[in-house]
């Protein structure tokens, strides 16, 4: 059973073959174009997908040494994501499965992220609880089967991810800058300064409130001290990703309690940062709960995860017409 995937939602064009639920290549082009516009500017990801998508899909397979007459399906990001990204991925697969005869299957980006864990070992136990953070989404995840999965927590407003950059870019970080906060706030004293949290009920978050809080901040010490960034950056980054980060795990410990899960696993690009991996792994230890982090090449957006989760849903006959159509906002 090989299965083609196709990832395109955002910046990255990726492609994966997968073959008895094994991956046998993973190749990811990235779009630096966007950094000189301090963020994704969507006409041009779209150019961008229709120049790497011929040469990507091409060097997965031949990367995995399979033919295209070896190809049992062909899987692609449905949704959500930007339309014109999603709309190259989305043409190309439909093309290629109707010129190839063989079986379609949609993906959905963020479902596609939780399954990352099962490319290699080891493994999260069903059930298990997934914190999937990216530049657009921040959920709580009940996980009871490949497909059978269950938001029971998620953002009221900006996802967590955006926070990170656009906290980045008030410290004129260049884009992407989530990592740059990553990378100086492991110099820095998380409790330097302090940021409120915001108190949002049951399992949902907020990060609108941290932003707003964080721009005064900034403003307030450079009236006093117009060199106050530059002279304390590694303590500011530690001190804004200290808040983030406990933001995200003071509800994540808290749907553990819930629930009763003891099986805990993080996706999605935030996923990749190593104060959140770092505080994840002493949160799990204080619960008695065991922690799943993929590795950093399956946080970030790729094919491979997209090729998992076609694995499940070809196994079950799950296949999709051509009339499909991406969807920019795509429900769980």
Known sequence: ?????????????SS???SNGKILSNVVATQLIHTQYGGVVPELASRAHQQHILPVV??????????????????FTKGPGLLGALLVGTSFAKSMAMGLDIPLIEINHMQAHVLAHFIEDPKPKFPFLCLTVSGGHTQIVKVSGPLEMEIIGETKDDAVGEAFDKTAKLLNLPYPGGPLIDKYAAQGNP???????????????????IKTSFMYFLQKQARENANFVSENLNDICASIQFTLINILLKKLKRAARETGIKEIAIAGGVSANLGLRTSLAELGESLGCNVYVPRFEYCTDNAAMIAMAAHYKYLEGDFCAQTVSPEARMAF
Not at 1 to 13: V, Y
Request: charged share 25%.
């Open 1 to 13: 059973m090989n299965i083609l995937a196709i990832e395109s939602s955002c910046d990255e064009t």
């Open 16 to 18: 994966a073959v997968i």
């Open 58 to 75: 091409d060097k997965a397979l031949n990367d995995a040494k399979v033919t295209k007459k070896d190809l049992d399906a062909i899987a």
């Open 191 to 209: 409790m330097a300064y302090a940021f409120p949290l915001p108190e949002m009920p049951g399992l949902d978050f907020s990060f609108s409130g």
